[in-house]
């Protein structure tokens, strides 16, 4: 039986991630030739030249080897232009320590922003010097065929976990490769769930090693893959 899609387009996991096109830090886009055959993190910003987001987008930048080895790439959004953004990278660099290269879209009328509902609507009296509702802080963790696989929303006040988006991914990615889930606080070394459709008999041969805790319950040791 298929399930049916939410009739107000909002979007939910298993939803197509938008297409768009945009300028960015880096020069235009267009999302979908920018993902590719990759796995991309998406995550917005309130503005820019503000501190939490400044020691976000630092800290996502010195993990971004790690995304890559993992064949994800990351792209940021900001309510600003590219030549705020510009300015912006270079306090980032100067106070993190890091050298930021992959694009900052830019969304100054909060086109890309409505389209992925990354606006805060909790508090009426949150707005931008302009006047307009701030984006809060949403990452999107999207799949090579285009599938929104995870949506984490914070609000503008609360910076994010670089090593908790990182930790998804790779979760999900083992997830694919393999018929596991992964249990509370799972970290990459960790034993993984063998999954409910996953017969005992079958299990002595994708898992040799797996054992039962319950008839419900099987844990089994996997290692996360690189390079994907």
Known sequence: MSIPKPADGTLRLGSKAPNFSAD??????????????DWVVLFSHP???????????????????????R????????A??????????????E?????LTFPIIADPNREIALKYDMIDYQDATNLDDKGVQLTIRSVFI???????????????????????????????????????TTPINWVPGDDVIVHPSVS???????????????P???????????NN
Do not use: M
């Open 95 to 99: 106070i993190t320590g890091s050298k």
């Open 216 to 226: 419900y319950l099987r844990l089994t040791p996997l290692t996360v893959p690189q």
């Open 24 to 37: 960015t830090s880096n020069g235009p886009i267009e999302f979908y030739d920018y993902v590719g055959d």
């Open 142 to 180: 999207i799949d090579p065929k285009k599938t929104i696989r995870l949506i984490i929303s914070y609000p503008a006040s609360t910076g994010r976990n670089t090593a908790e988006v990182l930790r998804a991914l790779d979760s999900l990615q083992l997830g694919d490769k393999n018929r596991i």
């Open 71 to 78: 064949g994800a790439k990351l792209i940021g959004l900001s």
């Open 80 to 93: 600003n232009s590219t030549e705020s953004h510009k300015a912006w990278i270079k306090d980032i660099d």
């Open 47 to 69: 503005d820019d030249f503000t501190p939490v987001c400044t020691t976000e987008l630092g800290a996502f930048a010195k993990l971004q080897p790690e995304f890559e080895k």
């Open 200 to 214: 005992n008999e079958e299990a002595k041969t994708l898992f040799p090693k797996f054992r039962i805790i319950k």
